[in-house]
């Protein structure tokens, strides 16, 4: 959640590391700070501030930094509210060793008293501060040898940077359940949480696996096990490009990424394809049911994605959110396909539930936008979206990817099992590569959008409304909705309605109703109908002309006509992006960086 950012080279320090602090600020957003070796006085110098990370900015700017090796964090609290003792670094006793963590230590608090018996005196309340200690404690001539035994020490799930004034040409980097790259350039080097901080520098990194430490020097990267053996690491190299992981232009990534989609869903579509031998194709005829497992918007891709695994390739399937998946005890073995779906790969609760289920003998597929993340390594098949990095919190772009990923998977699996014929398989391809344009007639509306948004944003509640494909993005409305502007919303399959929600009803809820034209259109029709009969303000998604409906509706907000109504949720979904961003810019919120919220969420 937390985001780390390190750097050894001939460049200054101080500006590489807040560039790339600036393209972590997704992962937390409360406090940030850096350390970097100052080469004159030798010494480590501190720099943190609470806030943002433009606030770090301006305190440090003008100041004299000049040191060529450092690191730095963006802080999402756990252990202590945001404050600037809490803020990273953290520095051991005589200041020789300073620490950047992302993660948690879960026996820090046996681990403080201990140190604090020896003569150790804290200055923050956070779990992160024990290991400065730990390393000055247990220094002995070696820093690689002193945080191999440090990590003995600690527990839980974590991603450390160490620099030290007693080796000052190193940074050490260790990870053990938090996601860290190793950057590789010429005659400088980088660690960093994610693949987007360091793009700028290198094309070319290394992901280190659990357990694992890199010590970085300017010229050289060398990769240990837990036990200080040597392992050799082959390095990859992303195509994402800089322009990718910035606004260009628009206001926010949120409207940036909404408005990316066309062209992510043409990669996707175009990624899948030449992705056809994928071994799972093989795998699937062997399985004999499924188990999706996600969290948040990936978890609304996976309930779509049930129907259409269902249907094309006729193997019962079951969602479950990760976060409980894993602490039931759900049957599965190797006929058991698990499917994890996660933007990041990092998502502990999806990561570990794969983990276990793979200890069980189920076979995972993981369907993942971050290349070499966590998930897709751990995995036995991997099928990736083709989004580059998604920089807004609200997840959009990566969603119809998604979707679109688990549309192609079911119908290429339902070939593969005998249940569609190639003939049928080109048939829904034909009326898939339509989607990019569908979806580009979709953000014409944009305005329209926003001016229903204007119409809303006072009010306290929403309501989402859909049926079959579409019920999941009633949930996914409400979620975008709620992240981003915090007004109460919930998402509802309509023919719920009568058993609960109806009662909140008033002629001040309006209430989002995705009703296409498909084979629930009456159905919903009737639902719709019991809004309006109890004065809910409606506010209609569709593509139907009629008339009926248009008296039912408040507001309508066109969606254009599919061929095949399983492309539906996919063209419904991008309104509903849409009037969540509009109305969360109307109320003047942070559409990008939402309170509370983190990027990729990697505590359990
Ligand atoms: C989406 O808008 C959210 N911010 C969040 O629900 C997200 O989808 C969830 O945390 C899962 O992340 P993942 O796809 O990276 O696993």
Not at 251 to 269: A, G, N, R
Not at 461 to 472: A, E, I, Q, S
Request: proline share 4%.
């Amino acid at each position: 959640m937390c985001g780390i950012v390190g750097y050894v080279g001939y460049r200054k320090a101080v500006p590489v590391l807040l560039h790339g602090l600036q393209r972590l600020e997704y992962r937390g957003y409360d406090s940030a700070g850096l350390a970097v070796l100052d080469e004159k006085s030798k010494k480590i110098i501190v720099e943190k501030q609470v806030g943002k990370i433009k606030d770090l900015q301006e305190y440090i700017w003008g100041k004299e930094i000049n040191g060529n090796i450092g690191i730095a964090h963006t802080r999402w609290a756990t252990h202590g509210p945001p404050s600037i003792e809490n803020a990273h670094p953290h520095t051991s006793k005589s200041e020789a060793f300073a620490v950047v963590h992302n993660g948690i230590i879960e026996n820090y608090a046996k681990l403080k008293d201990e140190l604090i018996k020896k003569g150790y005196q804290f200055k923050s309340q956070t779990d992160t501060e024990v290991i400065a200690h730990l390393l000055e404690e247990y220094y002995e001539k070696d820093l690689l040898t002193t945080v191999l035994k440090v990590a003995k020490m600690i527990e839980g799930a974590y991603a450390i940077g160490v620099i030290s004034t007693v080796e000052p040409d190193k940074i050490v980097a260790l990870r053990k359940g938090s996601p860290l790259v190793v950057g590789i350039g010429e005659g400088e080097n980088f660690i960093a949480s994610d693949i987007p901080a360091i793009l700028e520098y290198t094309k070319t990194f290394i992901a280190l696996d659990d357990e694992e430490i890199a010590v970085i020097t300017k010229d050289k990267v060398e990769v240990y096990d837990i036990n200080g053996n040597k392992v050799e690491k082959k390095p990859f190299t992303v195509k994402w490009d800089l322009v990718a992981a910035e606004k260009g232009g628009f206001k926010h990534f949120m409207l940036k990424e909404i408005y990316e989609q066309p062209k992510t869903i043409t990669d996707t579509i175009s990624g899948f394809f030449s992705d056809l031998n994928n071994p799972v194709y093989n795998e699937i005829k062997n399985i004999q049911n499924i188990v999706i497992i996600a969290c948040g918007t990936s978890y609304h891709a996976g309930l779509v994605g049930k129907f259409w695994i269902e249907k094309f390739v006729k193997i019962p399937t079951i969602v479950d959110y990760a976060s409980e998946f894993r602490y039931r005890d759900f049957p599965v073995n190797e006929k058991t396909l698990i499917i994890a779906i996660s933007q990041s790969g990092e998502t502990a609760d999806t990561r570990f539930s794969a983990i276990d289920a793979r200890k069980k003998s189920a076979k995972v597929l993981s369907i993942v936008n971050v290349v070499g993340s966590s998930l897709s390594r751990e995995s036995d098949f991997v099928i990736y979206t083709y989004c580059g990095p998604e920089i807004g919190v609200a997840a959009t772009k990566t969603f119809t990817a998604q979707l679109i990923t688990l549309l192609l998977f079911s119908l290429k699996a339902g070939l593969e099992r005998g249940n569609l014929t190639q003939e049928e398989f080109e048939k829904y391809y034909n009326d898939i590569i339509h989607l990019p344009h569908l979806v580009n007639e979709v953000l014409k509306q944009d305005k329209a959008i926003e001016e229903i948004s204007y119409k809303y944003h006072n009010v306290k509640d929403f309501l989402f409304l859909g049926r079959g494909l579409n019920y999941p993005i009633a949930f996914e409305g409400a979620l975008k909705l709620k992240e981003i502007s915090y007004i109460h919303a919930e998402g509802y399959p309509a023919g719920e309605m009568k058993h609960g929600p109806i009662a909140l009803i008033d002629e001040n809820l309006p209430v989002v109703c995705i009703v296409p034209k498909d084979s629930l259109y009456e159905k919903m029709i009737s639902n719709i109908q019991e809004v309006k009969a109890r004065k809910g303000i409606v506010i209609s998604v569709s593509d139907s002309q009629d008339s009926h409906l248009l008296s039912l509706s408040d507001n309508i907000i066109k969606i254009p006509s599919v061929e095949n109504e399983n492309l539906y949720p996919i063209v419904s979904v991008i309104p509903l992006q849409l009037l969540a961003y509009h109305i969360a810019t109307i109320l003047g919120k942070d559409v990008d960086q939402p309170r509370n919220l983190a990027k990729t969420v990697t505590v359990e």
